[in-house]
């Protein structure tokens, strides 16, 4: 009788690659392979080096991968949903549109992170046994909570309006969520779904996402007739989804 040999495998370094003023979190595995791989996923960047390299070569492939996730990051929106935030410190300053929230840290013992929005002061409570990729990334999502109920009234009544203006179909409902695979979407029984992301955007590019969901009222595809809906509505709607390439990375909490 043969014993099965435990293989262990390689628990990796965790880092972070400076894209800007974003910090993608990185994980670094050194182990037995051949070749060197970089990929880039929902979670994060990640580095695959051989165990056997030679001296300096180490050091000259993590170059390499700093700058291949920069240049990925550069080619990407949130569209592909990669792992884009920033980090924050006690009494930092959030903008979002035109308004601004003091950020207040405070680390507890507790099992899970909070966030309570106190007029323009939010305090994010944060457990100190998570992790730093764990943290970074509940930050984001609870500075997206609490920021999407303050925006919400405000962006009801213009999803109202432009409906009411151009297209006059019932609407269930309106909701904001931290979502980084697109930047709205809309079921046929009505319901439109915006990204808290867009809240970066200027108003008239708000308009554009706005426009775009409700013309899937009418048509839900992307079809030359679906365009022509939008066209109608905003004329100019082409530099709107230009300025969301362009501007994708400021577009993120």
Not at 62 to 74: G, H, Q, S, Y
Not at 88 to 113: A, C
Not at 187 to 214: Q, R
Not at 231 to 253: G, S, T, Y
Request: hydrophobic share 35%; charged share 30%.
């Amino acid at each position: 009788m043969f014993l099965k040999k435990n293989k262990t495998k390689p628990q990796p370094t965790q880092t972070f690659v400076e894209v800007g003023e974003r910090r993608i979190p990185a994980k670094i595995y050194v182990e037995s392979r051949r070749g060197v791989r970089f990929s880039l996923g929902k979670a994060g960047a990640i580095c695959r080096l051989p165990t056997m390299m030679l001296p300096g070569e180490r050091e000259r492939q993590l170059e390499r991968f700093r700058a291949w996730v920069t240049e990925k990051i550069a080619e990407k929106g949130p569209e592909d949903g990669h792992a884009l935030g920033k980090t924050y410190q006690d009494g930092d300053l959030l903008t979002v549109g035109p308004r601004s929230y003091t950020i207040r840290l405070e680390w507890t013992e507790n099992r899970t992170h909070s966030a309570k929005l106190n007029g323009r002061t939010i305090l994010l409570r944060l457990t100190q046994s998570d992790t730093e990729a764990n943290r970074t990334k509940a930050v984001r999502q609870l500075l997206s909570r609490v920021v999407a109920q303050d925006f919400l009234p405000q962006v009801e009544r213009r999803v109202m309006e432009l409906n009411y203006l151009f297209f006059k179909k019932e609407i269930k409902s309106v909701s904001l969520k931290y979502n980084t695979s697109n930047w709205g979407s809309c079921s046929h029984v009505g319901n439109i779904n915006l990204s808290t992301c867009l809240l970066f955007a200027p108003d008239d590019v708000v308009d554009y996402v706005i426009i775009h969901e409700l013309a899937h009222l009418l048509e839900m595809n992307h079809s030359p007739r679906f365009w022509k809906h939008v066209e109608d509505a905003m004329p100019d709607f082409k530099e709107k989804k230009k300025w969301l390439r362009q501007n994708w990375q400021n577009c993120n909490f």
